[in-house]
């Protein structure tokens, strides 16, 4: 078993050993050029890790004193402790023990604000702090995630190799950049996460429709998106819904799928994703439905209270099986494309609000491996951004334009369908409403504008002549310039 070192032998350190910090310590230390000091509140799991991988060459560390001892300047350490008041404990401990120039790294699933505030503060005491997102789950913090983190240039010459080491490789490409300053690497996290909830919402949608229209079984279902994910679907969420309907529950026989309750959990940063989006004023309408879809299903009281309303229903009848799961194809296809388009409408929004130099072309790069939305047509997105940096829109991309046509006619027949059916699909229905407000020449935004004069006196614009005006809608009802009522 390792001892703990009498001098700096370490070059990076790991704060929290559950299921992630664990991990990432084996990575870290199976890379070449890395020697790995731990350290964990309970010495239990520290002398766990330690015992079960001798092979690691780990340096064990009992109190915050040691492990500071044991690395290496820039001391750099890497926090995998629970969000919120555990984060800034750590933090607390180790600023008293580092020194300036040394590097925290945070890499957990933080709200980037909070990452924001931390940088500030550690940032004074001349320490770096760094917010890292960190996706992949179990398996690739072990094997090699997708990493995003912020924080300053200094910290990233440290930690470029560290990371780079580590990080899942796509295309020869380890998947890690430096995204920008401060918070940018949470943000960006966040937003992966609020995109995974729709990617996952939206397969589940078109599972349900085949099974309850194509009347498919698990098992056939599967097949189906093991199909899929040999096209421009292939992604690592496809790939592994497949596996969970072939799933057979060992006590019941039944597929597994039918013995799981139907109520589905969260962790909070799809939420972030749409709260952060509203005061963006960016719509990310797909991911908003995922998340109260969610919301939804867990309310088991509401919805056996309204399991006897009526549904005003027509049957869905399919007359050509295989025509009907092309059609579920395209519109999955299209809609994720509304998801991801969403996504990075609030990247660049964010972006702007932080001043963060975020580059979206390496974003989808980097999202190429190691992550849960990992996908075959992340690359046409870097290919996007590649060839106009300034895109308005990502939908307004020729690749995701001319793919998004020749999907519409079966995207509307099946948000068309499940609507007459009584079948729920609001990530389908709400892609499809987003895409055509956005293609619209005229909203009813107009009238908006008029009731909202009418009852509080917000004042509007003109098509036809500049200024502000609002309109006297009580007796002549005369229009003013907004100027004339100050």
Not at 19 to 44: D, H, K
Not at 58 to 73: G, P
Not at 449 to 460: C, E
């Given at each position: 078993m390792t001892s703990t070192a009498p001098s700096p032998v370490a070059n990076i350190g790991v704060v929290g050993l559950a299921?992630?910090?664990?991990?990432?310590?084996?990575?870290?230390?199976?890379?070449?050029?890395?020697?790995?000091?731990?350290?964990?509140?309970?010495?239990?799991?520290?002398e766990t890790l330690i015992t079960e991988h001798p092979e690691a060459?780990?340096?064990?560390?009992?109190?915050?004193?040691?492990?500071?001892?044991?690395?290496?300047?820039?001391?750099?350490a890497l926090i995998m402790v629970q969000a919120g008041r555990g984060t800034d404990a750590v933090i607390d401990e180790l600023v008293q023990v580092f020194e300036p120039g040394d590097i925290i790294v945070d890499g957990g699933n933080a709200l980037f604000a909070d990452t924001i505030r931390r940088e500030a503060a550690v940032r004074a005491t001349g320490i770096n702090f760094v917010g890292a997102g960190i996706s992949g789950g179990e398996e690739g913090a072990l094997n090699g995630p997708s990493i995003m983190p912020g924080g300053s240039a200094e910290a990233w010459v440290t930690l470029k190799p560290i990371l780079e080491s580590i990080a899942a490789v796509a295309e020869g490409e380890p998947c890690v950049t430096h995204v920008g300053t401060d918070g940018a690497g949470h943000f960006v996290k966040m937003i992966h996460n609020g995109i995974e909830y729709a990617d996952m919402q939206l397969i589940a949608e078109g599972y349900d429709l085949l099974r309850r229209v194509g009347g498919l079984t698990p098992a056939e279902i599967a097949d189906v998106f093991a199909e899929w994910n040999t096209g421009e679907l292939e992604s690592y969420l496809i790939e592994i819904t497949a596996e969970v309907l072939r799933q057979v529950d060992a006590t019941t026989g039944k597929p597994l799928v039918d013995v799981i309750l139907d109520q589905a959990g969260a962790k909070g940063t799809g939420a972030w994703t749409v709260q952060t989006a509203l005061d963006?004023?960016?719509?990310?309408?797909?991911?908003?439905?995922?998340?109260?879809?969610?919301?939804?299903?867990?309310?088991?009281?509401?919805?056996?209270?309204?399991?006897?309303?009526?549904?005003?229903?027509e049957e869905w009848q399919v007359a050509d099986r295989d025509a009907f799961i092309e059609d579920v194809r395209r519109a999955l296809y299209a809609s994720k494309i509304i998801a991801y388009s969403q996504g990075f409408d609030a990247i660049v929004a964010g972006a702007q609000q932080y001043e963060w130099d975020i580059k979206k072309g390496e974003i989808a790069r980097i999202w190429r491996a190691g992550c849960i939305i990992r996908a075959r047509f992340l690359n046409h997105i870097t290919e996007a951004y590649a060839s106009d940096p300034d895109l308005v829109a990502l939908i307004t991309a020729p690749y995701f334009a001319d793919a998004v046509a020749s999907a519409l006619p079966a995207w509307r027949r099946v948000v068309a369908g499940s609507a007459l059916a009584g079948i729920p699909a609001p990530a389908f229905a709400s892609s499809l409403a987003y895409y055509d407000g956005l293609r619209?020449?005229?909203?009813?935004?107009?009238?908006?504008?008029?009731?909202?004069?009418?009852?509080?006196?917000?004042?509007?614009?003109?098509?036809?002549?500049?200024?502000?005006?609002?309109?006297?809608?009580?007796?002549?009802?005369?229009?003013?310039?907004?100027?004339?009522?100050?």
């Open positions: 299921v992630m910090g664990s991990n990432l310590a084996r990575n870290l230390a199976s890379r070449e050029g890395n020697t790995v000091a731990v350290y964990n509140r309970s010495w239990e799991k520290t060459g780990f340096v064990a560390t009992k109190d915050y004193t040691e492990f500071a001892a044991a690395l290496q300047k820039p001391r750099t963006l004023g960016v719509p990310v309408s797909g991911i908003a439905e995922a998340v109260f879809a969610r919301s939804l299903s867990s309310n088991p009281t509401q919805r056996a209270a309204a399991a006897s309303l009526p549904a005003g229903a619209a020449e005229r909203l009813p935004a107009a009238l908006v504008q008029g009731q909202r004069d009418f009852f509080g006196a917000h004042t509007y614009k003109r098509v036809d002549r500049e200024g502000t005006f609002h309109t006297l809608w009580s007796g002549d009802r005369s229009e003013i310039s907004a100027e004339d009522t100050h």
